[in-house]
């Protein structure tokens, strides 16, 4: 008998949806949760971040500039050469730099780089003018980086001269510049908004399931889902307000039919219970608002019917009068016991 009862409490508490309004107002006490659950996503974020840069960032490293002009004949008729001169881009240029034809004159000015090493330290780009050529050459050192970048000037000057049947008259160096240390962007910020926004939905998620799976009582509705007996009202910590004087009015009802004793539900489920003295009268038994207790009822009234004590209803005790207000729409319209009129 218990096992069907068990099972078909769990089967309403499964299928029984979820109160928005409820879910809101539970959710509003309890959103500090997620706020500092973004706070430790952030932070966790940006130490994370500033350990995998700190990691991975090794030896510092320098990078020298050249620009290089590219010198045509051009001549306004001669649509082969500006064709030429538009194919030529900058991952056309990047790959005659990393040729035959140029990096052997770079190795033998510098003999202690490797052509893996001369042909990965450069990078090339051209603007909006396909006659200049940008170039960066980035190394370990600084003396090293304009060794290099010098190195390929002159390979480059030397490659114009052999191009000169094709139109091309000359590849000079422009301007030239020293050799900086490369900065690592710092994107710690950006790690610590996505870590933020992580840890928001990770809270948010986790006090929405955590509210849908309560089986706290905290409303009438609640306890009528699962059980065939009356909610006789509230008991709110607030003395006087409406719903202290609803309950002590529903009371009152009940005692003109008969007498009747309140019990609490710890007293029920307390080993050496006086059900004697319970079998006197029926029970109201006190619910505590709040508190997962709202699967210790079935027990206990399965307890109450075996003893044949009977129930003519519940008491939610210590009930929140202003969650109340809100949920049920009573906010500033609360009534109290002693004038019966409206209050704020």
Do not use: H
């Not at 010098?150 to 490659?159: E, G, I, L, P, W």
Request: charged residues 25%.
């Amino acid at each position: 008998m218990q096992g069907k009862e068990s099972k078909r409490e769990a089967e309403i508490f499964w299928n029984a949806g979820v109160d928005l309004k409820r879910l809101t107002l539970c959710l509003r006490k309890e959103l500090w949760i997620a706020a500092a659950a973004a706070l430790c996503g952030a932070l966790l974020a940006g130490a994370v971040y500033l350990a995998v840069r700190r990691l991975s960032m090794g030896e510092p490293q320098y990078r020298a500039q050249a620009l290089f002009a590219i010198r045509y004949d051009i001549q306004e008729e001669d649509e082969t050469l500006k064709a030429f001169i538009n194919e030529y881009n900058a991952y056309t240029w990047g790959d005659v730099m990393r040729s035959d034809k140029v990096v052997p004159a770079v190795l033998e000015a510098v003999p202690e780089m490797s052509r893996e090493e001369a042909e990965a330290c450069l990078d090339t780009s051209i603007a909006s003018d396909p006659e200049f050529l940008n170039v960066g050459f980035t190394t370990g050192s600084a003396a090293l980086s304009e060794r290099v970048r010098d190195a390929y000037v002159r390979a480059m000057a030397a490659f114009g001269e052999t191009m000169r049947d094709r139109g091309l008259t000359a590849i000079e160096a422009w301007k030239l510049t020293p050799a900086r240390p490369v900065s690592v962007p710092n994107r710690v910020l950006y790690a610590m908004e996505l870590g933020a926004v992580l840890g928001l939905l990770a809270g948010g998620l986790f006090l929405t399931g955590r509210c849908v799976l309560d089986d706290s009582v905290l409303l009438a509705e609640d306890i009528r889902r699962y059980y065939p007996y009356p909610v006789l009202g509230y008991r709110t910590e607030d003395p006087g307000v409406f719903w202290n004087a609803q309950l002590d009015a529903n009371l009152a009802r009940i005692a003109e039919k008969g007498d009747f004793a309140e019990v609490s539900l710890e007293e029920i489920m307390t080993p050496g219970a006086d059900f004697a003295g319970l079998r006197a009268v029926p029970a109201a038994l006190r619910v505590p608002w709040g508190t997962p207790c709202l699967r210790r009822l079935g027990p206990a009234l399965e307890t109450l019917e075996i003893q044949e004590v009977k129930v003519c209803g519940f008491i939610v005790m210590g009930a929140d009068s202003r969650f109340l207000d809100r949920y049920y729409g009573m906010r500033g319209k609360r009534r109290t016991a002693g004038n019966g009129g409206d209050g704020s």
